[in-house]
Structure formats: C-alpha cells, structure tokens
C-alpha cells in the first residue's frame, strides 16, 4: 500500500495569543512554514476576524498548509497536506511550533490516498500515458 500524501493534524495549544491575534504574523509564519519545508508556493489567502482570529490558506503545488486561530483560548488549529515524498510536513509543523511559541504542541498523521499497486511506488502527478496504464 502506498500513499498518494500525508495529512497532519497539529494542535497548538498555549501558544503566544499576541502572535495568533496579528494577521501579518500568522500569515508571515505560514507562509516561512511552506518555504522551510521547501513547497512550492502557488496562492496564499488569509482573513482577519472582529474582535480577533485568523484563518488561512497557503496553496501549495505539492497541497496546502491552512491555519485557524482562537487567540483568546491561545490556540490554533492547523493542517498540512503535501503529496509526494519531497516535501516534509514535520518540518512545516516544527517551524510553526517554535513560531507561535506553543507550549503544548500535537501532531496526528494521516495517510491520505491509499492505493494498492502490486508494489509499485506511484508518484503523486501522472502523465495522461502513465495514466492510461494504470486503467
């Protein structure tokens, strides 16, 4: 069995909520995030909430890193999705971590895709032909 991508859950719990609150912050480390994983940045999209809270979008071409913030619970909610094995989710996680000074972190993996190939590594993106072959 193999996986077309890996999906992480991360919980940041006790994180700096002066950090959580600021657009251009959670934005600016979101994005860092994306770079420091070494994805491939394709849109990027955030909205501020009144009286406070972020949420998220950095669309990258291995997926997508996307973030909602609670600053008054100094929580956030944020998911890493990367196809492939180039991109390494963990280090996007680590880096947001450290970045919202979350002081009580959790990281859930989920496979996503799973696909039975007699042993065959698929890569994430096929060709047409590649395609017609698998049919």
């Not at 480390?29 to 955030?46: E, G, L, P, Q, R």
């Not at 959790?106 to 065959?120: Q, T």
Request: proline share 4%.
């Amino acid at each position: 069995m193999y996986a077309l991508g890996t999906h992480l859950l991360v919980e940041l719990k006790d994180c700096n909520p002066a950090i959580l609150k600021n657009l251009d912050e959670v934005s600016d480390a979101m994005v860092n995030a994306a770079k420091d994983a070494k994805a491939t940045i394709v849109d990027v999209s955030f909205h501020e909430f009144n009286p406070f809270g972020v949420s998220g979008m950095v669309v990258i071409a291995e997926s997508h890193l996307s973030i909602h913030t609670w600053p008054e619970y100094h929580y956030a909610a944020v998911d890493i999705f990367t196809c492939g094995d180039i991109i390494k989710p963990e280090v996007a996680a680590n880096y947001l971590i450290k970045r919202f000074e979350s002081r009580n972190p959790s990281i859930v993996e989920v496979k996503r895709g799973l696909i039975s190939c007699d042993n065959i590594k698929l890569p994430h993106k096929v060709s047409n032909v590649e395609l017609q072959m698998v049919s």
